[in-house]
């Protein structure tokens, strides 16, 4: 789920399904822009 960071009770902004399973201490990652 993608959750808005000023408003952490409000309902996610996008859900997204993933096919295989996340494993534990996996982190996101900010990628710059392609433009």
Do not use: K
């Not at 408003?7 to 494993?23: N, W």
Request: charged share 15%.
């Amino acid at each position: 789920m993608i959750l808005s960071a000023q408003d952490f009770t409000a309902e996610p902004l996008a859900r997204a399904h993933l096919p295989v399973r996340v494993p534990l201490g996996l982190h996101g990652s900010w990628v710059p822009t392609q433009e």
